[in-house]
């Protein structure tokens, strides 16, 4: 997959992904990087994407906003990929946007996250203008520019009206990312799902509905991967009966057995490895 971006003013780029017309190339990872917003319209193809256990599907007529937070990325496959992405500073979108979307959710969040939505007629006429003046010979900077924030601002809209349809609203959105800060506050011990929907405010139904949509999985099985993964960096300098008791486990047993789950490999072989690279 080749990319080619461009960079319009500090804090603002836009890139276009494309690859040849293989159905089957070898899979990639990469990290994340911690400062973008991604905002992604796909003109053509498909591609197959993994962050930790999620995974995702995106085909030609896909828009998403994404925060890599650092993760590792992996594509699967990708088979004759035209992909638009107007990277945006999560500090300068405010500036960017103004009141066309409340962004206080996608600036603040810490962790990985990815909207998804389908492409209005708007959106997928702005990404291919950008498309067609970055595949031109001389370079027209503001042109491009403009057609990057006229892209913004369609997709924005395509994505908020598709939450809106999914059932998922601006402010639930707030709430579940609320929901989701008060999970992680205490990996050793999990809220009950009464708990965490009287703390945010929303209905049991709609906190479980609404937070598998948003951030792929259940409540309880996003706890266990950001438990474990905690797990694994306090291995580094904790036995590994003291990374399960710091974590809220009475039984070695029942920890090694979630770590290997998620890993694929027990806790003991990891701080092995650790203790190894310390000699």
């Known amino acids: 997959m080749d990319m080619h971006t461009v960079d319009l003013q500090p ?10 017309p293989v159905l089957n190339t070898k899979p990639q990872s990469f990290h994340g990087d911690t400062e973008f917003l991604h905002f992604n319209c796909q003109l053509q193809g498909e591609f197959d994407i993994q962050v930790g256990k999620q995974h995702w ?4 007529g896909a828009v998403n906003i994404g925060f890599a937070a650092g993760e590792k990325v ?33 600036i603040n969040t810490p962790h990985f996250f990815i909207h998804t939505g389908r492409a209005s007629q708007q959106t997928t006429a702005s990404a291919t203008q950008i498309v067609q003046l970055m595949r031109e010979n001389i370079q027209h900077k503001l042109l491009l520019h403009a057609s990057a924030l006229e892209f913004l601002h369609w997709h924005l809209h395509a994505c908020s009206q598709c939450d809106q349809s999914n059932g998922v609203s601006s402010r639930e959105r707030k709430q579940l990312e609320m929901a989701r800060e008060f ?11 009464f708990d965490l929907s009287g703390q945010v405010g929303l209905n049991q139904c709609k906190l479980k509905f609404g937070f598998k949509k948003m951030f792929g999985s259940s409540i309880y099985a996003y706890f266990q991967q950001e438990r474990m993964k905690e797990a694994r960096r306090l291995l580094a300098k904790h036995s590994v009966t003291e990374t399960a008791v710091q974590l809220g486990y009475s ?15 027990l806790p003991s072989e990891i701080r092995k490895e650790w203790q190894f690279c310390h000699l």
Not at 74 to 89: E, F, G, H, W, Y
Not at 183 to 193: A, E, F, V
Not at 252 to 259: C, D, G, T
Request: charged share 15%; proline share 4%; hydrophobic share 50%.
């Open 183 to 193: 999970l992680l506050r205490d990996l050793s011990l999990p809220p009950t799902i």
């Open 57 to 60: 599907q995106l085909a030609a």
């Open 74 to 106: 992996r594509i699967d496959r990708c088979a004759q990929l035209l992909n638009v992405a107007v990277m945006v500073n999560r500090q300068l979108l405010p500036a960017l946007v103004g009141d066309d979307i409340a962004s206080d959710d996608l």
């Open 11 to 20: 804090g603002l780029a836009v890139g276009i992904a494309s690859s040849s």
């Open 251 to 265: 039984n070695i047993s029942h920890f090694s057995a979630a770590f290997r789950k998620q890993f694929g490999i």
